[in-house]
Every structure is written in structure tokens, then in C-alpha cells.
């Protein structure tokens, strides 16, 4: 497994999922950027507007490298080598309430001394939370999971929950899904076969993620079900702009700013101590917002 | 100079500016939370919404102790000292995108062991920068720094410009300010003088941005100006959740997230490479967003 033969495929799977929202859609297109980074390297931007579904979505492949940030390196304790990252991420923020907001990214991590890890996750940020809608997303990523390793759903599905927790807001960012980092090929699996997995997640995106639109799309919203979406996308900001370390990683290490921030949704309302009735099904989703639900049981 | 007494001139400062900028909207009024803070202390929020001239603002007066979490301690490599700390901080997002944001903040920061020191800061961010505006803006506050200290001006203001830029964006946040950290005596003034001056700017925000309001809101706007408006807040985001030293020492320090997340705009937008004319306004207003300019000459 040589570094290109991972970007390649990389971005192949960027053109598989494009091409598929952008038929799902029927509407908007991508349109694409490709940049370079000073220092190494460089990517492909994907951008999607003004959708008949996707509000606004990016779906990224870049691979870089290049001497790491004295900040970095220091974080994750490396010494000087060179760093090569590869990867595929991606955002959508649909312009209907009923349809999730979700996020799915791969990654591919190595220095010039072997030293290689892979990292990735998908999750899923309901407006409104629909348990059985959690429920077939969970088995999905399950069923990917147990089919590589048996440790992995149960245990990344708890990485995710810990991950995409807000602590100030004590609330998880939407329903999780599943988070991994560093499989280096200690855990059993070769460095082909945790490709695999990773190929495999990226692979299943596109199928779920296209039903999910379709189906949920078809809903009407009314004004106040707007209002939420509009403040839960604040919630959405704070956690990419304050935990996210994707975007931490990508801003410190003189990223193309565009390209990262892309993930911030189109338009988005703050209100201070923004009130919910008892009952509702706004209450109900933020009763949903917590660490630890087996959303399969 | 007791703790206690600081804090009070604080509360006091903070009556003082709320009713100025109530009476100079017009309409709206402060609504007032109390707020106590599990391991020591509390705060009293003031908020103002939907105003003649404030769309979304803030007051915030805090005094709160206690133990500092480990992080906060080893980052100021200090060792295990309960502290307090008290301060005013506010932001103000006006409706008119004519009405340029600002924020100000005075603070006292004090270990058991007799270490003190002051910081605090006001900035201000229009939208479309106005030259005349932004000289008036800093001619007062080097007013109020040169009655106190000959270095003062040139040294905080310089200290602003660093401190609210956004390196992965390459601009200024606006036409800067000044800002100050860790004035503990030991730069001539006593720490009776260093309050004096604290307290000097403190009282200057409300006759300066009262102004402000009063004039520049009378001005109409145009969809595209709004809409302009609506894209800068997203940085103004974007600095306050990456970058803000306050608003990631409060959400660390398990402080009121409401009180300290007020400073979020209440609506945004973000699009992605958002286009301007070339000499435009917008052009024009980019085109000053750099450190270093003398904005008195």
C-alpha cells in the first residue's frame, strides 16, 4: 500500500459520492477548486449550493505534505520527519429541517520513517431526532464495522460519543455514529485490511446518506421547525469551530481556509437562552442529545 | 485596592453603560440573569434584544473563585493558588450594518499568594470601514492612555492589532482598539493607577459608542449591505470561537456558556467564496483589515 495508491483511491471515492448527491439532488451541481498548499501538496474542493436538497455541502479531498507546525509536532509528540495526510471529508447541510445534517471523513496519516495510521468517522446531526431513522444508521455502520473487526462498531460508536460532545452545551452533536484514529495495523488488521474497512465506510456514504435525503426531503417544515434548524446549526458552528480537531488541525497547519470552512452552514441564528416549550419535539430532541444511547437496542 | 472593591466599581461600570446604551436605543431594555457558578462565585447578565438600534447585545459582570482546572494551570504556569477573577465584558451587534460592532472588556485576575493583574480591551469592527470614524475611535482612546502612561497607546495599540487578527483569514478582525494583559504594577503605575486607568476606559465606552449608534443609525442600508453585514459576522465567529483568550478560558472554566456564547451574532451567513466587486465598498473595507495602520495619521 503505497501512499499514492491510497490518495488515488481517495479520490475516487470523492467522484463516487459527488456524482451521487448531485443525482439525488436534481438540481444543483458541484463545482470544484483545486488548490495547493504552500509547503506541499494541495486538493480537490467539491462545492454544492442552492440545491433542490443540499443547501450547501463540500465534499474535500486533499493530499499534503510537508514539515509539520512546531505546535503539531509537539501535540502529537513526532519528531522532525516530513508528513504526508491524505483524505476525504465532507459536510452537507440540507435546506430542509427534516433531513439530517451529516459529515463523514477518512483519512490516511504517514512520515518518512514508516510510521503510518488512519483515522475517519461518519455522524449523523438531526434537526429533529427520528429514533428509528437512528436506529437503520446505526446498523449500517454496524454491519460495515462487524465485518472487519467485532471490537470495532461497539468501540468507535463510543469514541463518537465521546468525540462529538459538546461540554459546554452538554449535548452530543446529533444521534454519533462512528469515530476511529490511529489504526496503525496493531489492533489485528493488516494496513491493507484497515484500508479496507476505511474504503468500506467511505463506500456505504453515498447509499445511506441518498436514501436519507430522498426520503426525508419530501416533508414539508413549517416556520418554527425552521427557527430550530437555524439554532441547531449554531450548535453545529460551535463544535467544528471550538473541538473540531480537523479543522484545528487544518487552520494551524495554514489549510485552505475556504476549503475547511466550508463546513459552516449557510445561514445560522444565536439567541440568547433560545426557549423551547415542555413537550415538544424540539424537548424531546435535546432529551436525545446524550452520551451512551444504544440506538440499535 | 481590595478584591471586593474592584469587583464593585466593575457592578458599578456595568449599571452605567447598560442604561446609556438603553436610553440611546430607545426601545429595548436589558433583561438581567443572575448566575452562580458551581466552585465559587457568580455573575449578573445583562442581554438586549431586538432594539431600535441593538439587534443582539450583551453586559456581562462576573466575579467568580475557586480552583483553577489543570489546563488553565499549566498553561499560566501557575501552581495550585484559588483565584478570582472579576471583570465587565460586552459585545454589541447592532441591526444597521452602518453601526459598527464592538467590544470591550476590563478585567482583575488575583491568586491567594498576592499575584495580581489587570487586562481589558475594546475593539471596534465596522463593516464598511469609514477613515474619519476609525480616527475619532482611536484619538479617545489614546486620550484616555496617554493621561495615564506615554507607552500605553503605542504598545496596546500595536497589542491589538495582534491580538484580534485572524492569521488563517489574513485580517484584522476590524480597525483594532487597544488590548492589555498582565498590568500588575510593575510598569511604573501603582496598582491603584493601573485600576484608574482600567476604570478610565471602562467609562469611556459609553459616551463613544452612544455616539456611534446615534449617528451612524440613521443611515439606510441596501439588501447588499445587509447581506455584506451578515458575512462579516461570520468572522467575527470565527475569531471569538477560535481565537478569543475569554471565551475559551470561560468555556474551560466551566463559566455560564450562555453568558459567555451572548457575543454570537444573532443571525449569519457563510458562503463559500463569497464574491466582491472589484473598488467596491466591500473591496475597499477588505483592503484596510491589516495590522499596523496608523489610523490617527
Chains 1, 2 share one sequence.
Not at 90 to 112: C, G, K, S, T, W
Not at 144 to 161: L, S
Amino acid at each position: 500500500m503505497q501512499k499514492e495508491e491510497i490518495a488515488e483511491k481517495f479520490k475516487e471515492l470523492q467522484n463516487r459520492i459527488t456524482k451521487a448527491i448531485a443525482t439525488t439532488d436534481g438540481k444543483a451541481s458541484f463545482i470544484e477548486d483545486l488548490w495547493e498548499r504552500d509547503g506541499g501538496g494541495g486538493g480537490r474542493s467539491r462545492i454544492i449550493k442552492e440545491g433542490n436538497i443540499i443547501e450547501k455541502g463540500g465534499v474535500q479531498f486533499s493530499a499534503v505534505h510537508g514539515s509539520l507546525p512546531e505546535k503539531i509536532k509537539l501535540k502529537l509528540k513526532l519528531n522532525n520527519d516530513p508528513f504526508f495526510a491524505t483524505g476525504v471529508s465532507l459536510i452537507m447541510h440540507p435546506e430542509n429541517p427534516h433531513v439530517p445534517i451529516i459529515h463523514m471523513n477518512v483519512r490516511y496519516f504517514e512520515l518518512e520513517d514508516g510510521t503510518f495510521w488512519f483515522g475517519g468517522g461518519i455522524d449523523l446531526t438531526p434537526i429533529y431526532i427520528n429514533k428509528q431513522e437512528a436506529k437503520e444508521f446505526h446498523l449500517q455502520l454496524k454491519e460495515v464495522c462487524d465485518r472487519h473487526h467485532p471490537n470495532y462498531y461497539p468501540k468507535f460508536k463510543a469514541w463518537a460519543d465521546e468525540y462529538f460532545f459538546l461540554p459546554f452545551r452538554n449535548e452530543t452533536r446529533g444521534v454519533g455514529g462512528i469515530f476511529f484514529d490511529h489504526l496503525n495495523g496493531t489492533d489485528g488488521l493488516s494496513k491493507k485490511e484497515t484500508f479496507a474497512f476505511v474504503m468500506d465506510l467511505g463506500n456505504l456514504f453515498a447509499p445511506l446518506y441518498c436514501k436519507i435525503m430522498r426520503d426525508n426531503s419530501k416533508q414539508s417544515y413549517s416556520v418554527q421547525e425552521k427557527d430550530w434548524q437555524l439554532h441547531r446549526r449554531g450548535r453545529y458552528v460551535e463544535f467544528n469551530l471550538v473541538l473540531d480537531k480537523g479543522t484545528k488541525f487544518g487552520l494551524d497547519t495554514n489549510g485552505r481556509t475556504e476549503s475547511i470552512l466550508v463546513s459552516m452552514p449557510p445561514e445560522v441564528k444565536w439567541t440568547y437562552q433560545y426557549e423551547i416549550e415542555a413537550n415538544s419535539k424540539e424537548e424531546q430532541t435535546l432529551n436525545l442529545l446524550k452520551k451512551g444511547i444504544n440506538w440499535i437496542a
